[in-house]
């Protein structure tokens, strides 16, 4: 099934629908996915086959504003599960792609803000104090089913589905913070687009190729395109990022995995001059950002202006 969160024009209070055959059919008011998460998928799937027979509301899905599908996510957790995508980033800025030894040991992770979650229509601000404004074409599997030291080979049991990640970064702000040797921080909190929609597993079997998901993925820039690349490129599956995160500690219904950023799907990718400052690609203003993937949809953002910087002072 394919869920939707919206609102339309005559009622802006959010609700969640299924989308088939480009018509919305409505859940009740004030019932969100999450609270449809939780198990094996039967009570997702029995709420969504309700809504097929009986829909509270029945609209046009281009007669509504298709909003994140999950709101508010317990945890966003976003990977570098491509490698190829750090190589590029190395080379681009370089210095030599060979990489650690540690990064075919443990995949890498950081935690995103859930706060920062945004449409896949939403217009996106550039970040107070960014001049290097970068997108990062990625997809997000959701947890369906709680769960804590999993097994890499049962892991993608507890995902429930899957939809377009857009990890915006700061890359200035990034690079100013990489010294203080704590992580990721201020170039990676302003917004994180999630949607159009969250395409449960079973939908997407049909792309499975060799145990793995065979989705193409697309980004351009004002109709330029960025990348394009395939989800069974990744180093790190999903499996292994749910069992390798979930050592010790609990992945709650809801929680939001980011599988990295599809080789070439970010600006840093191609930037072409020894000083970043004089790339010429960096997002600014205007420029349109739009992601798709084979049975996933497609996302379309405008960036804006941001806010001005508010000084700090002195740390001495």
Known sequence: MRWVRYVTQGNTTPRCGVLDNGMV?????????????????????????????DPVELVA????????????????RDGLCFLDHLRGIRRALGVSDELLPVWDEIPAFYFA???????????????????????ELEVAAVVGRAGRDLHPDRAESHIAGYMLLCDWSARDLQFKELPLGIGQAKGKDSATTLGPMLVTADELEPFRRDGRL?????????GEELTKG????????FGDLLAYTSRGTELAPGDIFGSGTVPGGCLLEHVDTPNPADFGRWLRPGDVVSLSGEGLGETRQRVVPGQPVHPLRSGH
């Open 25 to 53: 059919h409505a859940l009740k008011p004030g019932i969100t996915l999450i609270e449809l998460l939780g198990d094996d998928g039967q009570r997702l799937a029995e709420a969504g086959e309700q809504a097929l027979r």
């Open 61 to 76: 899905v281009d007669q509504v504003r298709l909003l994140a599908p999950i709101a508010k996510p317990p945890a966003i």
């Open 113 to 135: 803000n859930p706060a920062s979650v945004v449409g896949p229509y939403d217009d996106v601000a550039v970040p107070p104090g960014c001049t290097w404004f970068d997108l």
């Open 214 to 222: 065979s989705i193409e993925l697309r980004a351009t820039v004002n």
């Open 230 to 237: 395939r989800l069974d490129q990744m180093d790190w599956t």
